[in-house]
């Protein structure tokens, strides 16, 4: 479908002011997305174009159309072509965003702007799998083992092969060393997801069932590797 097809039906949308909301409000707002029947939807106000949220929204059924008003606020309208509930299961959202308005709402603009820059513009040359692979070894090198553990798991999730991860392991320890290799990425949620992955394969897991496991041990339940 397309914004054609349901802009008639804008006006009966519930509305979501969030420019002013402190904290995390993805949890309710979530909630009132799943509890949104098809064919009908929910309209975002926001300082902003949430980036974050389209993804997230997409993944239970939703579609978008923004528009930036002559206030210069954002208006994104979703609505609901089909009813979904597996956002448990889909790759992780860059929550963490959510945060920066708090501190600043030209800071959040600016943070979300260079996200989705990085993330999703058709410029980008390097295919999105190997931005995933750098990105990790970057993050561990920095010592963020939650944002490796999270690149680690949507680069398996995007189809990487457990072989490719094999290599990746292996030039972690020749870079980062053998001490450090076994006293901090050993015991991380990173290395407990790449062995979850390697031991489901021996088992004869396929890899949507493994997929659940990553998401179910390592989602955003998991305090290691949540960044809300």
């Known amino acids: 479908m397309s914004f054609e097809d349901w802009k008639d039906k804008i006006s009966e ?60 606020d954002f208006h994104v309208y979703f609505y609901r072509i089909k009813k979904k509930d597996d956002i448990e299961q889909s790759p ?25 820059l990085t993330w999703n513009d058709e410029k980008r040359t390097l295919p999105y799998e190997t931005r995933l692979l750098l990105s990790l070894t970057n993050a561990v090198g920095a010592g963020r083992m939650r944002q490796a553990s999270r690149e680690l798991i949507k680069a398996y999730i995007y189809g990487v092969d457990s072989a490719i991860l094999d290599d990746v392991f292996e030039l972690l320890a020749w870079n980062q060393g053998i001490g450090y290799f076994s006293s901090e990425i050993g015991p991380s949620a990173l290395f407990q997801a790449y062995k979850l992955i390697k031991t489901q394969e021996k088992n004869g897991k396929s890899r949507d069932e493994i997929k659940q496991m990553l998401m179910e041990k390592f989602g955003e339940k998991n305090i290691e590797v949540s960044v809300q």
Do not use: C
């Open 92 to 116: 992780f959202r860059p929550l963490a965003l959510l945060n920066f308005p708090m501190i600043d709402e030209e800071l959040g603009e600016i943070t979300a702007n260079f996200w989705n």
């Open 13 to 72: 949308f519930k509305t979501v002011d969030v420019r002013q909301l402190q904290g995390n409000f993805f949890p309710g707002l979530l909630k009132m997305a799943k509890n949104t029947p098809e064919g009908e939807g929910i309209k975002i106000i926001q300082t902003f174009e949430p980036h974050p949220l389209y993804a997230a929204l997409k993944a239970i059924g939703f579609e978008h159309y923004t528009e930036k008003v002559d206030s210069g």
